[in-house]
């Protein structure tokens, strides 16, 4: 009989091009996944992968059977999400990946609920840009992403994953009190072509969004700081030295010396969602932390 976990390491390697870059997402040692890959040679009586240079690449066979396998391994994963769960008593481990603002409006509530109630769910959640939560609830390293999708910069989503919208999350610019346009009710772009701002870094989504901005104008905005954490976006706006785009959802109380502005033509905004995949669909786990954060965003986002 072909083993799981063995047909569970060649989908892997498959999937990501190498032993190495297999054990990585599996969590396991490469030559743990090479002694799975000769145990299932050993099953099959046939080599699944063969030497490439100083790579492998996956036989015929081997990409016919990784393609059984995955079919296999996703009705399994079917099978204990629904038939062996009990619907009234969600339970387990749920791996949940979301980008930063989306854990400090969304998921600390929603932590905080399943903490004072009596549902036996162990959440663990790391903190990833849309794209990577997409890329990990795709591959099966994580069973849940909370992601964002600018109306400037579309979000891929693979075929296999479901993809629900939460709710809209409009983005401010920051400006200090005595900045010239701290006393506008509403500013657009043409306005702000000679500001100096602060970004989150070259190629994340926010970043591409700024940049979209200005596009339409034949211009780029002028960002002399990149850093990830829209903490330091804050503190730099207060220090009168840069300007910043900054959503509404998880934004901690601005400072005295901050002043948020609407922004027009185009507003910038963002659709946040829920992605997992569609074979966990009638999972109690899945639909209960769902249900919370549907319950969260209604309270919480305007």
Request: charged share 20%; net charge negative; glycine share 8%.
């Given at each position: 009989?072909v083993?799981?976990?063995?047909?569970?390491?060649?989908a892997a390697?498959?999937?990501?091009?190498?032993?190495?870059?297999?054990?990585?997402?599996?969590?396991?040692s490469p030559?743990?996944?090479?002694?799975?890959?000769k145990?299932?040679?050993?099953?099959t009586?046939?080599?699944?992968l063969?030497?490439?240079?100083r790579?492998?690449?996956?036989?015929?066979?081997?990409h016919?059977?990784?393609?059984?396998g995955?079919r296999?391994?996703?009705?399994?994963?079917?099978?204990?999400a629904?038939?062996?769960?009990?619907?009234?008593?969600?339970?387990?481990?749920?791996?949940?990946?979301?980008?930063?603002?989306?854990c400090?409006?969304?998921v600390?509530?929603?932590?905080?609920?399943?903490?004072?109630?009596?549902v036996?769910?162990?959440?663990?959640?790391?903190?990833?840009d849309p794209?990577?939560?997409?890329?990990h609830?795709?591959?099966g390293?994580?069973?849940?992403?909370?992601?964002?999708?600018?109306?400037s910069?579309?979000?891929?989503?693979?075929?296999?994953l479901?993809l629900e919208?939460?709710c809209?999350?409009?983005?401010?610019?920051?400006?200090?009190?005595?900045?010239?346009?701290a006393g506008?009710?509403?500013?657009?772009?043409?306005?702000?072509?000679?500001?100096?701002?602060?970004s989150?870094?070259?190629?994340?989504i926010?970043?591409e969004?700024?940049?979209?901005?200005?596009?339409?104008l034949?211009?780029?905005?002028?960002?002399?700081?990149?850093?990830?954490?829209f903490?330091?976006h804050?503190?730099?706006?207060?220090?009168?030295?840069l300007?910043a785009l900054?959503?509404?959802?998880?934004?901690?109380?601005?400072?005295?010396?901050?002043?948020a502005?609407?922004?027009?033509?185009?507003v910038?905004?963002?659709?946040?969602?829920?992605?997992?995949?569609?074979?966990?669909?009638?999972s109690p786990?899945?639909?209960?932390?769902?249900g919370?954060?549907?319950?969260?965003?209604?309270?919480t986002?305007?």
């Amino acid at each position: 009989m072909v083993d799981i976990g063995a047909l569970q390491a060649l989908a892997a390697v498959e999937q990501h091009g190498s032993v190495v870059a297999a054990a990585q997402m599996m969590g396991f040692s490469p030559s743990a996944v090479s002694q799975q890959i000769k145990k299932l040679e050993k099953q099959t009586g046939f080599s699944v992968l063969e030497r490439h240079g100083r790579g492998v690449l996956l036989t015929e066979r081997g990409h016919a059977l990784a393609s059984y396998g995955r079919r296999i391994l996703a009705e399994l994963e079917e099978l204990q999400a629904t038939l062996l769960a009990d619907p009234t008593a969600p339970h387990g481990r749920l791996r949940v990946v979301s980008f930063s603002t989306a854990c400090r409006g969304l998921v600390g509530p929603m932590l905080g609920r399943i903490s004072t109630s009596k549902v036996d769910l162990d959440v663990t959640v790391v903190a990833e840009d849309p794209r990577e939560a997409v890329a990990h609830v795709a591959d099966g390293t994580a069973d849940l992403g909370i992601v964002h999708n600018w109306n400037s910069v579309p979000l891929e989503v693979p075929d296999h994953l479901l993809l629900e919208w939460l709710c809209e999350d409009v983005a401010d610019l920051l400006v200090h009190r005595n900045h010239p346009l701290a006393g506008y009710e509403e500013v657009e772009p043409s306005q702000l072509i000679n500001e100096h701002w602060i970004s989150t870094p070259h190629g994340a989504i926010c970043n591409e969004a700024l940049l979209r901005i200005f596009a339409d104008l034949g211009r780029i905005p002028q960002i002399k700081v990149y850093d990830p954490d829209f903490a330091t976006h804050i503190a730099m706006v207060e220090q009168g030295a840069l300007v910043a785009l900054m959503p509404r959802l998880g934004r901690s109380p601005l400072p005295a010396d901050v002043i948020a502005i609407p922004m027009i033509n185009p507003v910038p905004a963002r659709q946040v969602g829920l992605v997992h995949r569609r074979t966990m669909a009638q999972s109690p786990g899945i639909g209960h932390v769902v249900g919370l954060l549907r319950e969260i965003t209604l309270q919480t986002v305007s």
